[in-house]
Structures are given as structure tokens and as C-alpha cells.
């Protein structure tokens, strides 16, 4: 790379008049003005956060990066640095630490805003000026800062190698939500390690384009961000909120590349339809899969390739909620009106447990999950895993499984299994009734340790 750059400017010095020497010293101070202007307002970020998914509720440290947005402390990371975390320690620029609170996180977006606690913080806040991601070009040169294997304030620089990387298929963040579903993402090769995530994408010009969230193990050269512009609208949404709604109407979208003409449909024209969720507004009005939204509330759309998929669905996101929209669809060949009411999607992520006598951890049911895992309604209590070894363990419960009774009372939600635990005590003999993949279990666990045994009822 640094072959590279010095090649391409002496071929453009050379072009212009001035010599190779001073044509790389000037674009030596440009790489330090953008690194002294993001520098003051870089943050090192140790939260201690909760996870669940060993089947007990653990706390432990992680790293991250964030930058400070405003004067009064307001500061930008990633959801999966900061959305779980009980506890935040924030290292700043002059290495002083102050600690720093949750103000929201969206994991759709794996972005999260906490808020610096200054209140004994003698030193000077400088916030960051954030660019627009929408006006990048491919080769542009970029420097990707933060605290890499948690070696705080670092600097790599590289290009940005793609301004709109789609990844097809789910991305989940550790503690399992779905996230990338309503952006696409910037792909550089400036080096993004572990403890980059958070941290700053930036121009030559200082500006914030990108927010550093993942790299890719085994892969040289290959990170990617989060475009600012995405950052910016929902960072606003959760400084004013705490969190981000978005609207549902229960259709899954896929590029309807190469075969428009199965479905009489022009190029560059028209969303297809891959599936519809049962139950959803999308079903009631009447889409099923291989129909084509033409337009959407009076908007063309389209979505021929795969990057243009997420475009759609804030399109739908962004609906007012309960507020009927007009669609103008392809079904059979023919054009056609449907009227769909979008409803709210509601959180994205559960709320955990940690069931510890029973040997189990597990998570309310939201829309979005019983979407992802194919559940018939949001009635019943998620298991995220059982402890091994322990009582549950022993039992075969599994991940997955959705907790319908406890004996012969029906569980319709994470509180009611939680005034049930709590009210039992130390009760031994203990029977869930489960739904697992599309049977009917039953699971009998024994605190004090005996055999266990499982009946099943097809």
C-alpha cells in the first residue's frame, strides 16, 4: 500500500507541476490534520456488560472504541460494545477516566449512544465533525482509529474499498439479534481488529464518515463501517428516545436480478416478494411470495440487485405506524392495489433471565425473534441456553425451546415464568411443557440432582 501511494503521487505531482518530495510531505500533513482534529474527541471504552448465552447470567469486561458527539458528553459506539453493558469506564484523550451511562442502543443498526458523566471532569470536550457518507468515492483514502486488542488511540490508514457492501443472509451480534437489515456498509482495507469496534472511519478532511464495526477473521485488508449518515439519524432518534421504532408489515424482499422475466416484470423495476410472515399486515392485505411491489405509498422502488434491498426496507420502517399505505403490485401478470397498515415492530431484543435453580437462561419473545426463529405467535418464553452442566442440561431442555407451561399453568410471557419461579421456591421436580421445532416436548427437571426423564406427544 505504501508503494502504491507513493507511486500514484509522484505520477501526480509530476502532473501538476510540483515535485515528489513536496507533493508527499503535503499529503503527510493532510494524514496529520485529519488525525489531530479526531484525535481529542476518540474514546477507549471498557464496559462490563451481561451476557446470558452460557446459561447463566455472567458479567464480564470488553473493549471497544466511540467518539464524543457534543459538548455535554454525548458519545457514539457500537451496540454490541455498549448495548448490554451494567457498568462503562471511559478513557478520553488526556487519558483521564470518567465513567459513562447507557443512553440507548439499536441493534438493527449495531449502534448504541452513551453519555460521558463530566460532572468531575476538569479537562476540555472537543466533539467530532461527522462528514456524509453518501458522498465517498472507491479508492478514497481513509484512516480507521481506535483501540485495536485494546491498544488505545491507534491509527491505521487504507481506502475505502466499497461504499455499499450488502451481506445477504443474517448477521447477529453476540448476544443474538439480527442486525444490517436496513443498511448497507463500508468496506475498507485501513486495518479493523477486536476494540476498533465503535471507533471512528475517517477522511482526509477530519470528518467521522463511518463508524468501525467489525473486521473479518482469517481475511487481509477487509473491515467494515457503518455509514455516518446512518449514524446520524439514529443517534438522534436515540439521544431524543432511547430507542429507534420502526415499522412492520411482514414482507422479506430478495433482488429480482436475471428474473424479471418469470414474473412478466421489467428491468430495474419492481421489489419481489421472497416471503410473507403469517399473521402479518402484508398477509392480511393479501401479498404472497412472487408477487412485485411496484410502488410503495405512491414511491417507485425497486430493488434489482442485492444492495438495494436494505433502501426498501427503511422505506417501510419509516411508515407511519397504523396509517394505511397503498401498493401498487404485479401479481399474475397483471397490475393490481393493495392497501397494507404497518404495526409497530416493537423492541428487537428480549429481555433475559437467569432461571439459576432451574439451570437455564432465557428471553421474552418479540416480533422480530419469532420472525427469525419461524414461532407461530410472541406467547411463551425463549430458551438462550442451559447451563452444563446443570438441572435443565440433564433435562434436555434446549436453546430454542419456547416454554408454554410450567405443570399445567400456560406461560404467556418472561414476567409471568418469573413470578412462577420465584413462587415455587425450592421446589425439586419441576415440568416444562415446550414447543421445539414443530413438536410438543415435555421436560421434567430435578433440582436435587436425580434422573430425569422426557416424554414427547407428536
Known amino acids: 500500500m505504501k508503494g502504491l501511494t507513493c507511486s500514484l503521487l509522484t505520477v501526480l505531482s509530476l502532473a501538476i507541476g510540483l515535485s515528489p518530495v513536496l507533493a508527499q510531505s503535503q499529503y503527510q500533513e493532510q494524514i496529520y490534520r485529519a488525525r489531530d482534529r479526531v484525535l481529542p474527541a476518540l474514546i477507549h471504552i471498557q464496559p462490563v456488560v451481561i451476557d446470558y448465552m452460557t446459561g447463566r447470567e455472567k458479567k464480564h469486561p470488553v473493549v471497544g472504541s466511540g467518539v464524543i458527539l457534543s459538548t455535554d458528553g ?194 430495474n423495476r419492481g421489489v419481489l416478494i421472497a416471503s410473507v410472515d403469517p399473521g402479518s399486515p402484508a398477509e392480511e392485505a393479501g401479498l404472497a411470495a412472487g408477487d412485485i411491489i411496484l410502488k410503495y405509498d405512491g414511491h417507485d422502488v425497486s430493488a434489482r440487485f442485492e444492495e438495494e434491498v436494505p433502501a426498501f426496507y427503511q422505506m417501510i420502517a419509516s411508515s407511519p405506524v397504523n396509517q394505511k399505505v397503498d401498493l401498487t403490485i404485479l401479481a399474475g401478470g397483471k397490475e393490481e392495489h393493495r392497501i397494507v397498515t404497518p404495526r409497530l415492530m416493537g423492541d428487537l431484543e428480549g429481555r433475559d433471565f437467569d432461571f439459576e435453580r432451574w439451570g437455564f437462561t432465557a428471553r421474552s419473545i418479540t416480533t422480530q425473534m419469532a420472525i427469525d426463529y419461524r414461532l407461530t405467535d410472541t406467547v411463551g418464553v425463549f430458551v438462550t441456553q442451559a447451563r452444563m452442566p446443570g438441572p435443565a442440561f440433564t433435562a434436555d431442555l434446549q436453546r430454542g425451546d419456547v416454554i408454554k407451561k410450567v405443570d399445567k399453568q400456560p406461560i404467556n410471557d418472561l414476567d409471568q415464568l418469573m413470578q412462577i419461579y420465584q413462587a415455587m421456591g425450592n421446589e425439586n421436580k419441576i415440568l416444562l411443557t415446550v414447543h421445539r421445532r414443530g413438536d410438543i416436548r415435555f421436560v421434567l427437571i430435578k433440582c436435587n440432582g436425580g434422573e430425569q426423564k422426557e416424554g414427547e406427544h407428536e
Open 74 to 267: 454525548y458519545a457514539v459506539t457500537n451496540y454490541h460494545v455498549a448495548g448490554k453493558a451494567e457498568r462503562i469506564i471511559c478513557t478520553l484523550s488526556d487519558r483521564e477516566q470518567v465513567p459513562a451511562k447507557l443512553v440507548g442502543g439499536d441493534p438493527a443498526t449495531d449502534i448504541a449512544v452513551i453519555k460521558l458523566d463530566l460532572s468531575e471532569y476538569k479537562g476540555k470536550i472537543t466533539p467530532v465533525v461527522l462528514g456524509n457518507s453518501d458522498s465517498l468515492d472507491v479508492g478514497q483514502s481513509v484512516l480507521a482509529m481506535g483501540s485495536p486488542l485494546a491498544l488505545s488511540r491507534s491509527v491505521s490508514m487504507g481506502v475505502i474499498s466499497t461504499v455499499n457492501r450488502f451481506f445477504p443472509g443474517d448477521i447477529r451480534l453476540p448476544s443474538g439479534e439480527k442486525t444490517g437489515q436496513y443498511n448497507n456498509w463500508l468496506q475498507t482495507d485501513a486495518a479493523i481488529n477486536p476494540g476498533n469496534s465503535g471507533g471512528p472511519l475517517v477522511n482526509l478532511d477530519g470528518e467521522v464518515i463511518g463508524i468501525n464495526t467489525r473486521g473479518v477473521f482469517f481475511a487481509e485488508n477487509i473491515g467494515f463501517s457503518i455509514p455516518i449518515n446512518v449514524v446520524k439519524e439514529v443517534t438522534r432518534t436515540l439521544i431524543a428516545y432511547g430507542k429507534v421504532d420502526r415499522s412492520w408489515v411482514g414482507v422479506h424482499a430478495q433482488p429480482l436480478q436475471d428474473m424479471e422475466s418469470f414474473f412478466g416484470a421489467d428491468a
